[in-house]
């Protein structure tokens, strides 16, 4: 036992008379543990070219370079009357009308083809048109023109490329002129008709001919109005729907002219006055219209 504390004791007094060297060799022992612990980069200039993938690449001035597509020039808004609400709001006013005489003159509608097709000659009192009658006939022919008035500004439009821009500049001025004109030009209609057939008739029969004359041109605008929905919404096939327009006015007219050629028809010398009636009251008054349209369009630029 007091060789083993001697000995304790001396290992003791060695390191205290030595502690600098105790610390030397600790920094030292620390020193070689962290360079071991350090990882030293193995390609420090970067990975070298010798995978396939790379040397197949070769020149970078070789590789195609996205072209940015040149820019073209700017399209300007087109305006139509299904962006205008003054347009619109004509439009829809005519078919509201419509829409609420209908409960009260729904029967006229229901004789549409009685007035359009009939010429049997009665003197009957109950024949005579209602106020209520009137009223929706009012409101079926004040429709007609205003759907007449925006299908004469599509083919204005269509037809005449060189009067678009001031159309598209002032759309509802355009509509208002042209549906202004559509009922004058039902109006004329209307008093030559009438005169005709107090000229060549009796008074039966100017009736029977008016009579015809408002049913066909009330049932018109109804036909007319899914061709103008279509224009409006599908404008890229304007001149189509025009023709289909087109179509459906001339029909509406040969049922009219059928009917009136049914009541002054007596011998055959009326042919001949027939003929100078197609031409004098259905072929030319379309003419000097189209150029109406063309002289407004003039003045409203």
């Known amino acids: 036992m007091p060789i083993n504390a001697n000995t304790t004791d001396t290992a003791l007094h060695v390191e205290t008379q030595n502690p600098a060297a105790h610390v030397a060799d600790s920094a030292a ?21 010798t995978a396939p993938a790379d040397s197949a690449l070769g020149s970078i001035d070789t590789l195609a370079v ?36 209908y409960h009260t003159g729904y029967k006229y509608i229901e004789n549409f083809f009685h007035y ?31 759907v007449e008035g925006f299908i004469i500004y599509f083919a204005v439009q269509l037809l005449r490329p060189e009067l678009a821009p001031p159309l598209r500049d002032s759309v509802f001025l355009h509509i208002a002129a042209f549906c202004a004109l559509a009922a004058g030009f039902y109006t004329t209609q209307w008093l030559v008709y009438k005169v005709l057939g107090y000229t060549f008739s009796d008074k039966e029969g100017t009736r029977l001919w008016l009579d015809g004359f408002k049913s066909s041109q009330s049932l ?64 030319a008054p379309l003419v000097i219209m189209t150029g109406v349209t063309i002289w407004i369009c003039g003045i409203l630029q």
């Open 220 to 283: 018109l605008g109804l036909v007319l109005l899914p061709v103008l929905v279509l224009l409006l919404v599908y404008t890229a096939h304007g001149k189509m729907l025009l023709y289909i327009a087109a179509l459906l006015y001339l029909v509406v007219r040969l049922i009219f002219i059928y009917k009136g050629f049914r009541i002054f028809y007596s011998n055959l010398s009326s042919v001949l006055y027939f003929i100078l009636y197609l031409c004098a009251v259905e072929i």
């Open 29 to 49: 022992a620390h020193q070689s543990d962290s360079a071991a612990a350090q990882y030293k980069p193995q390609y420090l200039d970067g990975f070298p070219v």
């Open 66 to 101: 996205m072209e940015v597509p040149p820019a073209g020039e700017a399209t300007p808004f087109a305006r139509s009357p299904l962006h205008n609400t003054p347009s619109m709001v004509l439009l829809m006013t005519g078919l509201i009308a419509v829409a609420l005489c």
């Open 116 to 146: 359009m097709f009939s010429t049997r000659r009665r003197e009957n009192l109950f024949e005579d048109h209602t106020v209520n009658e009137t009223s929706i006939l009012a409101a079926l022919i004040a429709n007609t023109c205003i």
